[in-house]
T-cell receptor
Framework: EPEVTQTPSHQVTQMGQEVILRCVPI?????FYWYRQILGQKVEFLVS????????KSEIFDDQFSVERPDGSNFTLKIRSTKLEDSAMYFC??????????FGPGTRLTVL | GEDVEQSLFLSVREGDSSVINCTYT??????LYWYKQEPGAGLQLLTY?????DMKQDQRLTVLLNKKDKHLSLRIADTQTGDSAIYFC????????????FGQGTTLQVKP
């Protein structure tokens, strides 16, 4: 069964460093998303992406964040200068028919 | 505004039915979802219901939707210890960019 994959599973970085989180959505899906979940809190929407551009972004998704689909299969989330409060699980998702959103296993980002 | 609320904790005995409740605010929501998250894992899509339906059954899972009261419930029949997890209710609000708004999750504890 097709699935969304994410790498790495865990990323540890120093405050101020850039990180790139990678996702491979399900191959025939057209809509892609990033969410994050700070420990013990709700899953929060960050950004949606369709037709090679951002279709919606949340207040969290400021100019430190960017997304890219560089090669037709990968979907990346870049954080330019990480802050302590960026520590969270980051989930990638992609949408199929009937708006079924399938999630990847997540990347745990730890900013020290 | 967009908001989804759930009770935080439910404890049942193995073999009993579990009912997890959710309320939402956006009456224009088109789809409503239930996701399951096991410890350290991603979000698994369990089931979803289109807003013009009142009920959907899928094996041990029954989803009930009361649009008038903006209330969604998930009933798990014959609950097993493997059902122990966090259950998230989510909606796609009006505007339909596909972003999901999640509740804070209900932790289901199944006692043997």
């Amino acid at each position: 069964e097709p699935e969304v994959t994410q790498t790495p599973s865990h990323q540890v970085t120093q405050m101020g460093q850039e990180v790139i989180l990678r996702c491979v959505p399900i191959s025939n899906h057209l809509y892609f998303y990033w969410y994050r979940q700070i420990l013990g809190q709700k899953v929060e929407f960050l950004v949606s992406f369709y037709n090679n551009e951002i279709s919606e972004k949340s207040e969290i998704f400021d100019d430190q964040f960017s997304v890219e689909r560089p090669d037709g299969s990968n979907f990346t989330l870049k954080i330019r200068s990480t802050k302590l409060e960026d520590s969270a699980m980051y989930f990638c998702a992609s949408t199929g028919f009937h708006n079924e959103q399938f999630f990847g296993p997540g990347t745990r980002l730890t900013v020290l | 505004g967009e908001d989804v609320e759930q009770s935080l904790f439910l404890s049942v005995r193995e073999g009993d039915s579990s009912v997890i409740n959710c309320t939402y605010t956006d009456s224009s929501s088109t789809y409503l979802y239930w996701y399951k998250q096991e410890p350290g894992a991603g979000l698994q899509l369990l089931t979803y219901i289109f807003s013009n339906m009142d009920m959907k059954q899928d094996q041990r899972l029954t989803v009930l939707l009361n649009k008038k009261d903006k209330h969604l419930s998930l009933r798990i029949a014959d609950t097993q210890t493997g059902d122990s997890a966090i259950y998230f209710c989510a909606e796609i609000p009006s505007g339909n960019t596909g972003k999901l708004i999640f509740g804070q999750g209900t932790t289901l504890q199944v006692k043997p």
